[in-house]
């Protein structure tokens, strides 16, 4: 129990230490001294810092999945908007409560260690699958519209990764209005039922020159993944 309480206090100093200096200015040392243990306790845990870095992005991954609760349909379950509700509390609470950990994410500058940027391009990737798994769901459960759940899926993150920044700059933390204005962006969009009744009716310029058209665009990309392809383990 000793050797595990030791290990996520080195985990806890250096991601203090990694949202303030940044992960490329924070040295071993640094870790070894706000955690005020020997070197070679250090190495009896990781072999490097990226080592801890990685051990913090599972965790966060670990963190994120056991607060999206699969969608449960019957007489006796809370209805399927209440559950995302829920479910879109559950996760900004989190993020809020991380914000170091979220910095990191955000801020991570690319460039400097390529097994580290592959590191934070699979985290993101691995994410999209979930959100990308829960759209499929909705599908099934008919209530989600069919679509491309991968395009989908980025531009949810995309979304939820500008809030996040916005919210850690902010230092904001209504956590219910926040969910209540992501849910009805997610469920209802920004159009009014006038604008939704003109989608589609209007016919391509000039079909020769852009494949057919808008909609025949639209139709070969819904439900078939056209864009973009999830990577396979």
């Known amino acids: 129990m000793e050797r595990q309480a030791r290990r996520e206090q080195v985990l806890h100093h250096a991601k203090h230490l990694f949202a303030r200096k940044g992960y490329h200015r924070t040295n071993i040392a640094d870790i070894i001294s706000r955690s005020r243990i020997a070197r070679g306790t250090f190495y009896l845990y990781f072999q490097n810092k990226r080592d801890i870095f990685a051990e913090l992005l599972a965790q966060t991954l670990s963190e994120l999945r056991s607060r999206i609760q699969r969608l449960r349909m019957g007489p006796d379950q809370p209805n399927p908007a209440e559950q995302l509700r829920a479910n879109l509390r559950r996760v900004l609470a989190f993020v809020l409560d991380e914000r170091e950990l979220t910095d990191i994410l955000l801020n991570h500058s690319t460039g400097f260690d390529r097994e580290l940027d592959e590191q934070i391009v699979d985290f993101y990737e691995r994410v999209t699958d979930q959100i990308q798994r829960s759209l499929d769901l909705g599908i099934e459960m008919n209530l989600v519209r069919r ?37 009805n962006f997610g469920l209802r969009g920004v159009a009014r039922p006038e604008l939704l009744e003109t989608v589609g009716q209007e016919p391509a310029a000039n079909p020769a020159e852009i494949g057919g058209g808008f909609s025949s665009s639209v139709k070969a990309a819904t439900g078939a993944g056209q864009f973009f392809r999830p990577k396979v383990d």
């Open 147 to 183: 679509c491309d759940t991968r395009a989908v899926a980025y531009c949810i993150l995309g979304g939820i990764k500008e809030i996040v920044g916005q919210l850690s700059r902010n230092r904001r933390d209504d956590v219910v209005a926040l969910a209540e204005e992501i849910l």
